[in-house]
């Protein structure tokens, strides 16, 4: 199987920093044929079920803050948050789609420092 | 806006078969793809399968040997079975929209299986 890896672990940013998070594929998630990455990116706050942020690496779902990006593209993927709000807290996860079955990256927690 | 719930026991004895289902409202189950993820409490996530609304369905295969998901379009539900449980299946089962990506999800069911 494909294996997702995330770094870092953790991280605490000061509010209104910003915080970036790396998600490494061992096998490229660029479908030439296409152009796009199959790559997806999630937030899962305490108790709530997780919510999906950003897909084909870079397109931000309806209704997300423009401050939360994503970008990189093969096996190398990056989620930034520009600006960090209270309301981030959370645990952030990359998630591949290209071919079954679809995995998760172990996830960072973010906090506020 | 979609909503999806989850039902089903919250216990399962060792060696039984975990049955939930997935209540979709706020929108027809027609034409999507319908997933089960789940997550051990403190744990990451695993997706286990996806159904579309017709019935074609693809598991992972690290449970395919013992998963069944299904869809009643009638009742705009989809279930999932899985047999022979252990405890390394309990977790919280989400069920969500989508084969891919996933962009509406249930808000979970903890089925812990012990005896």
């Known amino acids: 199987d494909i294996v997702m890896a995330q770094s870092p672990d953790s991280l605490a940013v000061s509010l209104g920093e910003r915080a970036t998070i790396h998600c490494k594929s061992s096998?490229?998630?660029?479908?030439?044929?296409?152009?796009?990455?199959?790559l997806a990116w999630y937030q899962q706050k305490p108790g709530q079920p997780p919510k999906l942020l950003i897909y084909w690496a870079s397109t931000r779902e309806s209704g997300v803050p423009d401050r939360f990006s994503g970008s990189g593209s093969e096996t190398d993927f990056t989620l930034t948050i520009s600006s960090l709000q209270a309301e981030d807290v959370a645990v952030y996860y990359c998630?591949?789609?290209?071919?079954?079955?679809?995995?998760f990256g172990p996830g960072t927690r973010v906090e506020i420092k | 806006q979609v909503q999806l719930e989850e039902s089903g026991p919250g216990l399962v004895k060792p060696s039984e078969t975990l049955s939930l289902s997935c209540s979709v409202s706020g929108g027809s189950i027609s034409g999507h793809y319908w997933s089960w993820i789940r997550q051990p409490p403190g744990k990451g996530l695993e997706w286990i399968g996806y159904i579309f609304f017709v019935g074609n369905a693809n598991y992972n295969p690290s449970l395919r040997s013992r998963v069944t998901l299904s869809v009643d379009t009638s009742r705009n539900t989809f279930s999932l079975n899985l047999t022979s449980v252990t405890a390394a299946d309990s977790a919280i089962y989400y069920c969500?929209?989508?084969?891919?990506?996933?962009?509406?999800w249930g808000q979970g069911t903890l089925v812990t299986v012990s005896s």
């Open positions: 998630q591949r789609y290209d071919s079954s079955p679809f995995t």
């Open positions: 969500a929209r989508g084969r891919g990506h996933f962009d509406q």
């Open positions: 096998q490229s998630l660029l479908y030439t044929s296409n152009n796009k990455n199959y």
